[in-house]
Structures are given as C-alpha cells and as structure tokens.
C-alpha cells in the first residue's frame, strides 16, 4: 500500500513565524504536490515536484515555497505565515505511468490543519 | 465558470438507499476521471479510476463516464453508514499533464 505521511496533524502559529510542513511517501514516487483544502474552494494546487530538487507553480504559490532534496520528501514552506493560509494542507504522491507520459494516480496524505493566529 | 461543477450538498439518505453522486466537466480534453472519499479531518483516499467513457463497478460502487455530455457519476449501492463522507472527483487530460482539477466536493451522510 502506498503510504504518505505528514509531520503534524495540527499546527498552530503565530502571524510572522517560518512554518515548515513535511511530507514523506515510501513508494518511490516521482512526483509530489502540495495542496491546500478550503471550504467551498476544493483542492486548490500550490507546488509540485516531479524529481529531486525540481519544482513548479501550482495555482496559488504566493506565499510559499517548497523544498525536495530527497526523493521521498517534499517541505512546504510558509516564510511568513499569515492568518489567510489558515488551511487544511494536503501532500500527495503519484508515479509516472509505465509508458513515462503521464502521472499515474495521486495517493494522499491525512493532512495538516494549520491554524495561523 | 468552474472547470469541475460539483454539488456540495449535503445529501441524506438512509441506510440501504441507492446514491448517485454526479460531476459536470467542461474540458473535453479530459480524460482521466478519479473518486476519492474523504472522511472528516482525513486526507482524500482513491475510491474509483476510470479511464475514458463507459462504467466501472468495484463491489458496491459504480463509476460512469459520459464524455458527450462531460458528465460523471459515483453510484453506491446498499449504502452504509460508514459510507458517510465527502466524495471529491477529479480529473486530468492524461498523457503529458500531470494537473488534477477537483470538484469541491459532496458531502453524504447516511443514516441508520
């Protein structure tokens, strides 16, 4: 079974701080994303990566900044969190299709739901 | 407009009922369509993937792809309480892309 694992469950930071957020998949993926989860809104993509040390914009990067140096970890990273990135945070995984033209199934983690006071 | 039109709900049913979750697209590029279900404060899990137009049954689940009409559907047979959850579809053009495009999501209760 795939298994992807973020560091917290729940965070709580103050406005200004550094928030790092970990995510780490055993299956050997090559790809990684970053989501952030709203009510009303959905899934909305922040980052993804689809090698090590390779990285590109989602749809809503303002704000933040990622970070993969290995290949089974993706950091998320807040450099000044604020109190509208108050969210539910969703990494995920997926492989390369067998033939390498396309992403195979997206396999999330449980989330982190950060709260920003 | 959205990409992905999904209706929040929330749906009730109770216990044993046939549910029918649905999806309208307006990408025809589309062509992988995904399920997930997310239970309260969990992450998303996959529940059905389909490829394509036609149907795909996994136990209790039907997942329906209508490429003409750009519209999706999640069929659950006897359902349960357990199946009480929020039930997200995405989807990808394939081949090249690795983009998602979610719906925001249905939120089903199912009562005993």
């Known amino acids: 079974d795939v298994k992807v694992t973020q560091s917290s469950r729940y965070l709580v930071k103050r406005t200004g701080e550094k928030v790092f957020l970990e995510c780490v998949q055993d299956?050997?993926?090559?790809?990684m994303f970053w989501y952030r989860q709203d009510p009303g809104l959905g899934l909305r993509l922040i980052y993804f990566s689809y090698d090590v040390k390779m990285k590109e914009k989602g749809d809503i990067p303002e704000g933040y900044s990622v970070s993969r140096e290995k290949k089974e970890r993706f950091s998320l990273i807040l450099e000044s969190a604020s109190t509208n990135q108050t969210s539910m945070y969703l990494c995920?995984?997926?492989?390369?299709?067998?033939?390498?033209?396309?992403?195979?199934?997206?396999?999330f983690g449980p989330g982190t739901r950060l709260t920003v006071l | 407009q959205k990409e992905v039109e999904q209706d929040p709900g929330p749906l009730s049913v109770p216990e044993g009922a046939i549910v029918s979750l649905n999806c309208t697209y307006s990408n025809s590029a589309f062509q992988y369509f995904m399920w997930y279900r997310q239970y309260s404060r969990k992450g998303p899990e996959l529940l059905m993937y389909t490829y394509s137009s036609g149907n795909k049954e996994d136990g209790r689940f039907t997942a329906q792809v209508d490429k003409s009409s750009k519209y999706i559907s999640l069929f659950i047979r006897d359902s349960q309480p357990s199946d009480s959850a929020t039930y997200l579809c995405a989807m990808s053009a394939g081949p090249g892309t690795y983009k998602y495009i979610f719906g925001t999501g249905t939120r089903l209760k199912v009562l005993a």
């Open positions: 995920a995984s997926s492989s390369f299709s067998s033939q390498g033209t396309s992403t195979d199934t997206q396999y």
């Open positions: 299956m050997d993926h090559e790809n």
